[in-house]
């Protein structure tokens, strides 16, 4: 098994995966390369980073990986929201509650590597 496999942050960001492709499924079909489209590499992007990071040498490293998937969460949760405004997502509190988990889950995971490296 992959290290990053055991990671809770990674597993809830797949499960986040999961929600923003069955969310985007039901999007107009003029949005499929638009808004749908952004929102799924943002999504996936997410676990991408988190993998990636944790294969690296060095918990600097893993730490930049973090960072750089938490501004994709930041993304996923600004499109969600002009999805939402949009009429596209009629309950977003769902997606939401998992986008929030993720953000809290990456935030202890970087908050613990910055004190472990000594990074402000």
Do not use: C
């Amino acid at each position: 098994m992959r290290r990053h496999h055991e990671l809770q942050v990674w597993q809830e960001a797949i499960g986040l995966v999961e929600d923003v492709y069955r969310l985007t499924s039901a999007f107009p079909r003029e949005e499929l390369y638009g808004l749908a489209s952004q929102m799924r590499r943002a999504a996936v992007s997410v676990p991408s980073n988190i993998a990636e990071g944790a294969a690296r040498q060095s918990d600097r490293e893993f730490l930049q990986f973090l960072i750089i998937a938490r501004g994709s969460l930041s993304e996923l949760d600004t499109q969600v929201l002009i999805a939402e405004k949009l009429g596209y997502v009629k309950n977003m509190e769902p997606i939401m509650q998992r986008i929030n988990k993720v953000f809290g889950l990456l935030g202890g995971l970087i908050r613990t590597l910055k004190q472990r490296t000594q990074i402000p």
